[in-house]
Structures are given as structure tokens and as C-alpha cells.
């Protein structure tokens, strides 16, 4: 089982930044990825950036140069730092990872409570 609590969110002035972080704990013996997703009311929700362990990224378009993924594999924890900000960034940003619980299961999926990313205009 794999526990994931998110932190950092926050009200900003677009333009501005936040810099999420998720620590993910539990029981797991190898994780593949792990990565940020966003849904906000009335819009689908929506992948942003994700991070492998071998240190691959891959970002939505709309926030490429603008979000970096980051992650720490010692301390199985991945940032994500939001720069020049927007109104349509806002929303509840989710951790997630891609995880193996034990060697008799395949590769699970799991998201944390997630936290709020408001941006005003």
C-alpha cells in the first residue's frame, strides 16, 4: 500500500508561483512513476507532469517552461515547481504514483487527498 500526502498549495496573483511537494510512504517494492494531475469544478481532470525514476519528464503542453517536475528518489518524494502562473491553472492538484505493492501484484495507480491552487487575475 502506498500512502501519498501532497503540500503547498495556496492562493497566488497570476504571475506568481507555488511549489507543490508529495512525500509518498507504505509498503511498495518498486515505483515507476510519479506525477501530478489537476481537476477543477465543471472540467475534466487532467494530467500535468509526471516523472519516472530513471529521471524522464513529460509535461501538458499549456505549462511547458513554466512547471518543472522534480523528484528525490531517497526520500520517494516529487515537487512540482509552478511559475508565471495563469487563472487557467487553478484547481485541485492531486499527487500520484505507479506502484508495485509486493512482487505478486502488478503496477497499481494511487493518488493522495490533493491540495487547492487558486490563482486570481
Known amino acids: 500500500q502506498v500512502q501519498l500526502v501532497e503540500s503547498g498549495g495556496g492562493l497566488v496573483q497570476a504571475g506568481g508561483s507555488l511549489r507543490l511537494s508529495c512525500v509518498a510512504s507504505?509498503?511498495?517494492?518498486?515505483?515507476?512513476?510519479m506525477g501530478w494531475f489537476r481537476q477543477a469544478p465543471g472540467k475534466l481532470r487532467d494530467v500535468v507532469a509526471n516523472i519516472t525514476s530513471s529521471g524522464n519528464t513529460n509535461y501538458k503542453d499549456s505549462v511547458k517552461g513554466r512547471f518543472t517536475i522534480s523528484g528525490d528518489n531517497a526520500k520517494n518524494t516529487v515537487y512540482l515547481q509552478m511559475n508565471s502562473l495563469k487563472p487557467d491553472d487553478a484547481g485541485f492538484y492531486y499527487c500520484?504514483?505507479?506502484?508495485?505493492?509486493?512482487?505478486?501484484?502488478?503496477?497499481?495507480?494511487?493518488w493522495g487527498q490533493g491540495t487547492q491552487v487558486s490563482v486570481s487575475s
Open positions: 500520484y504514483c505507479d506502484a508495485r505493492p509486493n512482487e505478486w501484484s502488478g503496477f497499481r495507480d494511487y
Open positions: 507504505g509498503t511498495f517494492i518498486s515505483m515507476h512513476s
